[in-house]
């Protein structure tokens, strides 16, 4: 099974930003919907935002406005471009893939890839 491999993590101040980065070339001629999910310490796994192969995408409340999930012009890497940081952003974030075109949708059970995850932290 192909694994995804995400990359990007880091340690940054509040404020800051980083980028995710997750290849999912197998996956570029599909129909299938991609996401970001994070958990952070003591809490349950969450979605963060989601792109469909049209570019629709969606965020979680909590991001709108600082984090953009975009995939490259040839569909072979996912991103995630977070700006202005905060400490309750930090977590193991996760790459995953939905095997399904239906994409309004960020519950974990939904999506049925996943990586090992990147950490990030942000300190106040």
């Known amino acids: 099974q192909v694994q995804l491999v995400e990359s990007g993590g880091g340690s940054v101040q509040a404020g800051g930003s980083l980028r995710l980065s997750c290849p999912v070339s197998p996956y570029k001629s599909s129909y299938y919907c991609m996401g970001w999910f994070r958990q952070g310490p003591g809490k349950e796994r969450e979605g963060v935002a989601t792109?469909?192969?049209?570019?629709?995408?969606n965020y979680t409340d909590s991001v709108k406005g600082r984090f953009t999930i975009s995939k490259d012009f040839l569909r072979e890497n996912l991103y995630l471009q977070m700006n202005s940081l905060k400490p309750e952003d930090t977590g193991m974030y996760y790459c995953?893939?939905?095997?399904?075109?239906?994409?309004?949708?960020?519950?974990?059970?939904?999506?049925?890839?996943w990586g090992q995850g990147t950490q990030v932290t942000v300190s106040s």
């Open positions: 792109i469909a192969y049209n570019g629709n995408t």
């Open positions: 995953a893939v939905r095997r399904r075109s239906y994409c309004y949708t960020m519950r974990t059970l939904d999506f049925d890839l």
